[in-house]
Every structure is written in C-alpha cells, then in structure tokens.
C-alpha cells in the first residue's frame, strides 16, 4: 500500500496495517494499492482524505482471489485421438502437441485432477502431477508422457519338418524349432513402425519362402506372414508375347524382374519353395503399350513353373472428328503440335462462288480458318506446321508465298529478307516455311534470283531464329543445302542438298542433319528420292525414304543403326512416311496402285500396319486416307473418310 511516498507491506492474513510515517492535522491522504498480492486483486475503500485531530482508521482494503489456468507440457504425441478431462470439461489434442491449457480458469483454492478419458491412437499416455489444489499463480506443472504401444509380428509355418529354420526381423532373429506351425518375432514392433521378416538361415534339407513379408505396424499384432517350406525349390517364369518396347516390370511378392523388348520368355531370379503361393502382376506397364497375364497366380508344385503368360499388344484408337470450315465439305490434316493442336486446309468459297483452300488451326475442340494474305481474290492458304503456342506457319499465294499466324493475325512470313543471305542468290523472292518446334525455331526453303544460271535449282534451306532469317549452311565436304524440312525441340534440323562443285553425276540429294546448338556443319546421312521430305524426331532419329521407286523404301536412321519399314504388302504398296515421334513410331500412307487405295499406317513394334486395323471398334464406317503426323503423346494428326464421303482432318488419341 502507498501513501504519497510511504508504503507499507501488510503480512499473509494481515487484518490491519497502519503507515509509520506520522501526518499532521488537517493534511490530506490518499491510500491506493501499489502493488497486488500473487493470485489476488486488492481494492481500497474509503482511502482519501483529510487528517483530524485523531488517528484515521476507517481505511478498509479488501482483497479477492484470481482464478488460475491449468496447463502442461505433453512427451512423444505422435498420432490423433487423445482427450483429456479435469472435472466437467474436456480438452481434445491434436497429434504432435507438446503443450495443452484447458481454457476454463479455476479459482484458487479449488482442487483439479487432470487424467486420460481417450487414449490416441497406437500409444499410450500417463499423467503426472495431475492433481491438486490451484494455486493463486495457476497450475502449468501437469505432465503428460505417451510412448508407443508395440505389437508382435508373426505368422503360419507349413511344412517345417527340420531344424535350422531362423528368421530376422531388422536385429532381431528367431530360431524356430522343427514341426513349428506358427511364430513370433521376440522383440514386439512399436505403432506405425516398419517390419520386415526374411529367412536368414534355411532350415536343414529344406528351402523356405516367405510371403506377406513387410508392412506398417497397425494397432493389433501381425499374424499373416506366412512361411512355407518344402524340401526344393522350383523357378518361376512364363512367355512373352508381342513385347517390342522398354518399361515392363513383373512382381512376385517383393522381386522385381525387368522384362526387355523382344523378350520371348522370363523366369524370376528366387525360387518358389514346393507349396508355396506365388502371384505374377505387372507393376509397370511398357512404353506405347498394354500387357495381361494369364496363369498368373498358383501354389508351386514339384517342378519349375514355365505356364504364366504375359500377352502385350499396342494401344487402340479413337477418332475425333475435326470437321470443316463454314460451307467447305473437306478438310485435311498437315500437321500436329507437341501438345495437340492440329493445322491443315479446308476451304472457303470467293465472291465467283470459287472454292479456295484456306489454312485452318484446331484448337480447344474448334477449328479456325486463317485466311490468306492481302487482297487478291485468287489467294489460297496451306497450313505446314503449328507448334504447342498455336503458332501456324504455311504457304499463302498470291500476295505472298510464306505465312505465320500467331496471336490470331496471319503475317507476312519473314519481312526484309536482306540480299545476299543466301549462296548463289542474289534477292530472295519467294519463301517456304516448311515446320516450326515449340520454341518458334522455323525451318524450310527460299527461293529467288541467281547471279549466272546454273545447276543447282534456285533454292536455299534456311532457319528462322530470334526474329532473323538465314541460311541453314553446308554440309560437311561442302555440300549446299537446298530444302529444309524438319526441326526438333532440341532444334535438330534435317535438310536436303547435293554437291556444287564437284556435281555426282547423275544428281541425287542427300538428307543431311544438323545441330543448331553447335552451329556445325551438317553431317551426311544418306541419299533419298527427290520427292522425299525428310523428318527428325525429339530422339535425333531421321525418317527419309530412298530409291527412285516405285517401290520407295522407307528408312529410319538412328546413329549408325538403320532400319527398313516393312510395306503394308511387299508386292503392291509404296510406303512413304510422314511423321516419326521419340518413341520410334512413324506414320504415313501407303497406295496400292493396283487398286488405286490410298491407305494411312502405323510403324510400330516393327510391323506396319493399317491405321484401319488400329482403331477401337467403336469406330465404324471410317477409311485413314493418309496419317500426316505423330507426336510424343501418341497422338496422330490424319486425314479419313466417312464411307464414301468426303476427305476429313481427323485426331486419333490412344486409348490407355
């Protein structure tokens, strides 16, 4: 208690104080509490004034006790589910507390006892310095201290007919006895830990095998490992069919067997003991295709097991109509974007009544007519490649020979061409973008004026990069390039070109592939047939097609390893591709000229097949004309008809 500058500090259970300090008569006074008491509130009554001719002692101070909050501190709470309860109330704690404060104060003086109404899950918690009587300050000393209840890991014996059976699990190992039917590990696993039971020491004449072997430990003990033995063991394996692509994964309980492509036949590395169950799933399918298994579950008899089947076949396919262009009754697929998207030509009908084809870009489920550069009536538009930002590129006549459509404008494709960028040219008249990756990297080929008229034609490859055109360059030994055709998105180009000085004799072109990462010279695949256009996939391989045919034979070059796509019918089909993806899949269109049938086709797993045979059933009633490309998703960009009808830009999409 203060008066002015004097103090006083009345003792526990004081019921009066008086200052030491003297006042005189007629002086002023005013008491106020200084400072409260621990877990109480004290007020003054009657504490100000003036000084009589007596001594003041009606100064009344009464003091209250302030409630107190109860709380601790919580050890090893892992998982959800613990309540605890003081009286009437409860307090739920979520998993990984390790703190809790019940939120109702309790007055001093009062009693509380803290205990465990529900135990979490997997553990159990005691409670210590729980009950008591609150002091002033509050209680914070309660100590909640979990640990995790453990369980033991076991299982079924068959068979066991001799000694020298151990098991581990982790340190701990169990020598079982002969004739056992069941187990238990010694040492229990504790709650949410991790087990594993693996045969350390086989038994004497005999081979045991485990399964059901590992898992999490749950809140009740493991008894579903089962241990089978038998006197030998026998191999596990199968047949293989139809696997021409990387990916497949077999298991057998804990084993993982790779299965290479081409692969006829498997046999898993550990045996199987006699009566012991085994069950074969796929635990990864192959690349770009589906395999089943057959046979696939048993109990291992006296002898090896060869009967699982493993049958592998290529995906199927869905047509997405992709329709036309407002009036037109055609449309056709040239070219597919990583992601899908769709370039190609439809038509459109002039102020004659004239049909005219027009680039159009499908996208998001529609298709989009691009027009034409300029004015002139007589202009048409053909689409040559889209990539993943729906940039299109294409041929536009009459105005102009190049186009780019991009941000929905078609443009002028490219704009000042400075002369003299090309060998041999002197003014660069006429441009052809030929395709386009995702990064806007355009190749193909110009065309223009000569200083003296020679042989070689008037073209030139070029690239188009950051906004500027110019020549693609020579091959190695000095080889002009005339035509580029394709680039990749690790912008890998392939052009085609022959010697200017000296000129082979007779003249034939060679597909050449070029980095434009290294800027180096272009390295000199092998010669191809003249109408052939060339193309290179995000894997570096390059599709081209040699001979002067028919019949035209189609190549795929991978490194130094070169592959021959089979015809659909060796006697009356030229083949001719137009797109590869990373995978090694080409698609194109084959004509039997007996017949006068275009057909579209598959090269995959090292078999050409129709397009036709490929589709779902659902599918009915359509004829692939040509497939014009494919990307790395599978996808294929093709032209079809309905019956009888009209040419169709088509998608066909995997169904996995």
């Known amino acids: 208690l203060a008066n002015g500058t004097d103090t006083v500090s009345p003792d526990r259970d004081a019921s009066t104080f008086i200052f030491q300090n003297l006042q005189a008569a007629g002086s002023s006074y005013g008491v106020i509490v200084q400072a409260n008491p621990a877990g109480q509130n004290c007020q003054v009554i009657n504490g100000a004034g003036t000084v009589s001719d007596q001594n003041v002692t009606g100064i009344v101070v009464t003091c209250m006790d302030t409630p107190g909050i109860l709380s601790g501190v919580i050890a090893g709470l892992s998982t959800s589910g613990l309540v605890l309860q003081n009286a009437g109330e409860e307090l739920t ?42 002091p002033s300050t509050g209680a914070s000393n309660v100590r909640v201290t979990c640990s995790p209840n453990a369980y033991q890991v076991g299982g079924t014996i068959a068979n066991l007919l001799d000694a020298g059976l151990r098991l581990r699990n982790g340190s701990d190992v169990l020598a079982v006895q002969a004739g056992s039917t069941t187990f238990a590990m010694p040492l229990p696993v504790a709650y949410g830990g991790s087990y594993s039971i693996k045969i350390e020491a086989q038994p004497n004449g005999q081979v045991c095998s485990v399964a059901n072997s590992s898992g999490t430990m749950g809140a009740a003990n493991v008894t579903s490992v089962q241990i089978a033995c038998a006197s030998n063991a026998y191999t596990l394996g199968g047949t293989v069919s139809d696997l021409n692509t990387d990916g497949l994964v077999l298991r057998n309980g804990s084993e993982l067997l790779p299965v290479v492509p081409g692969s006829t036949s498997f046999v898993f590395g550990n045996p199987v003991a006699f009566g012991g169950t085994y069950a074969v799933t796929i635990e990864s399918q192959p690349n770009r295709h589906t395999c089943t298994l057959a046979n696939a579950n048993g109990t291992m008899p006296g002898k090896n097991v060869a009967s699982v089947e493993v049958t592998c076949s290529a995906y199927k396919y869905r047509l997405i109509d992709l329709g036309t262009l407002p009036g037109c009754a055609y449309s056709r697929a040239t070219a597919l974007s990583s992601d899908g998207k769709v370039a190609g030509n439809s038509c459109t009908q002039d102020a004659q009544g004239t049909w005219r084809s027009r680039a159009f870009l499908y996208a998001n489920g529609k298709m989009q007519g691009l027009g034409v550069i300029g004015t002139n009536p007589t202009s048409e538009s053909s689409a040559t490649g889209v990539n993943s930002a729906a940039v299109v590129i294409g041929d536009s006549t009459g105005d102009s020979e190049g186009f780019i459509f991009r941000n929905g404008m078609m443009e002028r494709f490219p704009v000042g061409v400075p002369p003299n960028a090309f060998p041999g040219l002197t003014v660069v008249t006429k441009v052809y973008p030929a395709a386009i990756n995702d990064e806007g990297v355009v190749v193909g080929t110009v065309g223009g004026l000569e200083a003296e008229s020679e042989w070689p034609p008037l073209d030139r490859a070029f690239v188009y990069q950051s906004g500027a055109l110019r020549y693609l360059g020579n091959a190695v030994g000095g080889m002009t390039m005339f035509y580029a055709h394709s680039v990749n998105q690790h912008g890998q180009v392939v052009a085609r070109g022959d010697f200017i000085s000296p000129s082979p004799s007779p003249y034939f072109p060679y597909v050449t592939l070029f980095d434009l990462g290294s800027n180096a010279q272009g390295a000199i695949l092998a010669g191809i047939m003249p109408a052939c256009a060339p193309r290179v996939s995000n894997a570096g391989a390059v599709l081209m097609c040699v001979g002067k045919g028919p019949p035209i034979e189609s190549w795929i070059m991978s490194g130094a390893t070169q592959t021959v796509i089979p015809p659909l019918d060796p006697d009356a089909y030229v083949t001719t591709g137009h797109g590869i993806n990373r995978w090694g899949e080409v698609v194109g269109y084959a004509y039997r000229f007996d017949l006068g049938i275009p057909a579209g086709f598959i090269y995959r797993a090292g078999k050409t097949l129709p397009l036709d045979d490929v589709l779902d059933a659902s599918v009915d009633g359509w004829h692939i004309v040509d497939a014009a490309d494919i990307n790395d998703d599978g996808l294929i960009a093709a032209t079809a008809k309905f019956k009888a009808g009209q040419e169709r830009a088509v998608l066909l999409v995997p169904i996995r």
Do not use: L, N
């Not at 529900?118 to 310095?129: E, H, K, L």
């Open 93 to 134: 704690i979520p998993a990984g507390a390790t703190m809790f404060s019940f939120p109702a104060p309790i007055p001093a003086g009062s009693s509380y006892s803290v205990f465990v109404k529900v135990q979490p899950i997997g553990r159990t918690c005691s409670v210590a310095d729980g009950a008591g009587s609150m």
